[in-house]
C-alpha cells in the first residue's frame, strides 16, 4: 500500500534551511509519496528546490494573523494536515522548534515520537536514537496509525531524488485554529539572525575551563565569525562559572549537538560533556593538558594554549 | 494549591551502562533523581513558600527502588511522595497516563512540574502528554516562571540564548529547564526529616490504564563505539593554525 510520508520543513527568512535535505533524503522510501509542509511560506522559490529531492506535494497551511509563532497553533496546523492528506509518518527536526513542536502534534493524537532519530526502516517502523547520554544506541519499534519522527539535525547527507515527479501545490486553511489557555506574548525570533542554532550548526567551537574568562570567549566568537554557519558552544565548567549563558552548554545538561566539525578548546572532556557531542563527525582537540580525557577520544589534538592558536587560526580563515 | 512534580529515577550519566539481554542495562548501577527534576522540585517548593497552604507532591513511575528517588525530592523540600510500581518498562505514552491517573486519584493538581527531559531515555515529550491528557496548556525547557493568580507567564528557552515568553492558565505543565533556578540540595538535617515524610505506594496494574495501539518499544540496545584514531598535531602556533585549516578545507570539507 502506498504510504503518505509528511515532512514539516523549517525555514529560515522564507528559506530552506539546508539541514531540512538530509530529512528528506532519510524520509524517502518505496512506495511512497512525500508530503512538505509549510506554514504561511511564500512557496515560489521553495517548489524547484524540494522537487529535487523526491518531494511531490507541497501544502501550505494558512495560520491566524499574528500566530505564525504560536507552537500549539502550529502543532493543530500539522494535524490538519495529517488528517486531510491521510498521512502516517510524519517527519520534523529535532531542533529548538521541532522540540516544542512535536511532541505536541503527537500528544494530541497521541502517537508514538521518537526523538532525535538518525536512521529509520520504514518498511518495519523501526527507528535509531541514541540514550542514556549517548552512551548506547537504541533500536525502537513504533506502533500506531500514525508515527512521529525527530530527525537529528545534520545526522544525515542530503542526497537528491534521482527521478522527482512534479510537484503539486496544495493549501490548507488553518486561519480558524485557537490555542485555548495559551497565548504568546514574545518572541526570540527577532535575535536568531545573530545567533546560529547550537543544534544546528555545521562547525561548533566550544570553550572550557582553559579560556579562563569571559572575555575571552570573544575570541572564540570571533573565529566562528570567519567560519561558514559556526556556532560557539561552552562546557559545564565555563557555564557554571558563569562566562557564557545556559543556552551555550553543550552535553548532558545542554544541548546535545551532531556538527561535522567539533573544536574543543581546553575542555577536559567528563562523560557528561562527550553526551552531548560524542556524535560530532570530527573532534579537534585544543588542550595545555596531554592527559586530558578529550585529547585521546578526538581525531585531531593539539598541546597547546587554546588563547594562543585560536586567533592565529582566524588570522588565516 | 496542589504543585505535584514527576519524577525519574535515572542511571548516574558518571556511570558506564552495560547492556544485557539485548535490550536493558545492568541495573546495578548507581541511579538518582533526573537532573532536570530537581529544577522541578526545586521551583515547586519555592512557589510553595509564596502561595501558602499549597503542596508539594512528588509522583514516580518505576521499579521499587525508585523510592529512593522520591526520598531525595522530599529531601529537597516535597512534602510527600507516590511511587508507581511497575516492574516493566513504560513507554512515555504508558507513562503519561500512569502519572495522570496517579495524580487525579490523589488530589486536583493546580500545577504540574517535569524535567524537561530525562537523562536516560531523553524523550523530551512526557510533559506534553500528560498536558494533552488533562486538556492543560505546556511550556517545556522553562527557565522563568511567575504565577499570577490564575496564569502561569513562562520563558521557553530555544537555542543560542534567545527564549519565547508564553502565557498559559492555570492549571498547566511547566517541563523544567536548567537555567530554571539552583537547585537547593538537602543538608543533614533535610535528609533526616525527610525520612518521616510519607510515601503512598499503587502498583501500576491497579491505575487500570486502558491499553493504546500507539506505542514505542526497544527492541536492541547497543554501545555507542567510539572509533575515533587521535592523531597529534605538533609545530609552532602559525604551524598548527596552518594544519587545522587544511584539515577543516580538505578533510572536513567545511571552508
Known amino acids: 500500500m502506498m504510504k503518505n510520508i509528511g515532512i514539516i520543513i523549517e525555514l529560515d527568512n522564507g528559506k530552506i534551511k539546508e539541514t531540512n535535505f538530509g530529512m528528506i533524503t532519510l524520509a524517502r522510501a518505496d512506495k511512497s509519496q512525500l508530503f512538505a509542509f509549510v506554514m504561511d511560506a511564500d512557496t515560489r522559490d521553495l517548489k524547484q528546490e524540494l522537487e529535487s529531492f523526491g518531494i511531490t506535494q507541497l501544502v501550505n497551511i494558512s495560520l491566524p494573523p499574528d500566530q505564525q509563532n504560536n507552537p500549539v497553533i502550529r502543532a493543530k496546523a500539522i494535524i490538519n494536515a495529517i488528517k486531510a492528506f491521510n498521512i502516517s509518518i510524519v517527519f520534523g527536526l529535532s531542533t529548538a522548534m521541532g522540540k516544542d513542536l512535536l511532541p505536541r502534534i503527537a500528544a494530541l493524537i497521541e502517537a508514538p515520537l521518537v526523538m532525535d532519530c538518525f536512521h529509520v526502516d520504514l518498511e518495519q517502523n523501526l527507528v535509531k536514537t541514541s540514550q542514556y547520554s549517548g552512551k548506547t544506541i537504541a533500536t525502537i519499534k513504533l506502533a500506531g496509525d500514525v508515527l512521529v519522527l525527530g530527525v537529528r539535525p545534520n545526522a544525515v547527507e542530503p542526497i537528491k531524488a534521482q527521478d522527482p515527479g512534479q510537484i503539486l501545490e496544495l493549501k490548507l486553511d488553518g486561519t480558524h485554529l485557537v490555542s485555548k489557555g495559551f497565548s504568546v506574548i514574545r518572541t526570540g525570533e527577532a535575535d536568531k539572525s545573530t545567533t546560529i542554532d547550537l543544534v544546528e550548526a555545521d562547525v561548533i567551537i566550544a570553550g572550557g575551563r582553559g579560556m579562563k574568562n569571559s572575555e575571552n570567549f570573544t575570541l572564540l566568537s570571533t573565529c566562528a565569525e570567519k567560519l561558514n554557519a559556526a556556532a560557539v558552544g561552552a562546557s559545564r565548567v565555563a557555564v557554571d562559572s558563569g562566562w557564557v549563558p545556559y543556552a551555550m552548554q553543550v552535553g548532558q545538561t545542554g544541548e546535545k549537538v551532531s556538527p561535522r566539525v567539533y573544536i574543543a578548546c581546553g575542555i577536559s572532556g567528563s562523560i557528561q560533556h562527550f553526551a552531548g557531542m560524542k556524535t560530532a563527525g570530527m573532534v579537534i582537540a585544543i588542550n595545555t593538558d596531554e592527559n586530558a580525557a578529550i585529547m585521546s577520544n578526538c581525531d585531531y589534538y593539539v598541546k597547546a594554549d587554546v588563547l594562543e592558536i585560536i586567533p592565529e587560526l582566524t588570522k588565516l580563515l | ?255
Request: glycine share 6%; net charge negative; aromatic share 4%.
Open chain 2, 1 to 255: 494549591m496542589q504543585i505535584y512534580v514527576c519524577v525519574k529515577h535515572v542511571p548516574d550519566s558518571a556511570v558506564n551502562i552495560t547492556i544485557v539481554d539485548k535490550n536493558s542495562i545492568d541495573e546495578n548501577i548507581t541511579f538518582l533523581l533526573n537532573p532536570y527534576d530537581e529544577h522541578a522540585i526545586t521551583e515547586a517548593v519555592q512557589i510553595k513558600k509564596n502561595l501558602p497552604g499549597s503542596e508539594v507532591i512528588a509522583v514516580c513511575l518505576g521499579k521499587t527502588d525508585a523510592r529512593n528517588t522520591l526520598r531525595s525530592a522530599l529531601a529537597m523540600g516535597a512534602d510527600r511522595g507516590i511511587l508507581i510500581v511497575s516492574e516493566n518498562g513504560c513507554d512515555s505514552i504508558e507513562t503519561a497516563k500512569a502519572l495522570k491517573a496517579a495524580m487525579e486519584q490523589d488530589g486536583s493538581p493546580g500545577l504540574i512540574f517535569t524535567g524537561r527531559e530525562s537523562i536516560d531515555a531523553e524523550g523530551m515529550q512526557t510533559m506534553f502528554r500528560i498536558g494533552a491528557l488533562f486538556n492543560f496548556p505546556v511550556a517545556t525547557n522553562v527557565v522563568k516562571l511567575d504565577i499570577e493568580a490564575d496564569r502561569a507567564v513562562v520563558n521557553s528557552e530555544l537555542s543560542g540564548g534567545t527564549a519565547n515568553t508564553y502565557d498559559m492558565s492555570l492549571p498547566c505543565v511547566i517541563g523544567a529547564g536548567r537555567g530554571l533556578n539552583t537547585p537547593d540540595y538537602p543538608t543533614f538535617r533535610d535528609v533526616v526529616n525527610s525520612k518521616k515524610k510519607p510515601i503512598k505506594t499503587i502498583v501500576f496494574s491497579e491505575l487500570n490504564i486502558e491499553a493504546s495501539l500507539a506505542g514505542a518499544n526497544i527492541i536492541e540496545l547497543e554501545p555507542l563505539q567510539q572509533k575515533r584514531e587521535p592523531k597529534e598535531i605538533t609545530g609552532d602556533k602559525a604551524v598548527i593554525a596552518k594544519e587545522i585549516v587544511k584539515i577543516l578545507r580538505d578533510k572536513a570539507k567545511v571552508i
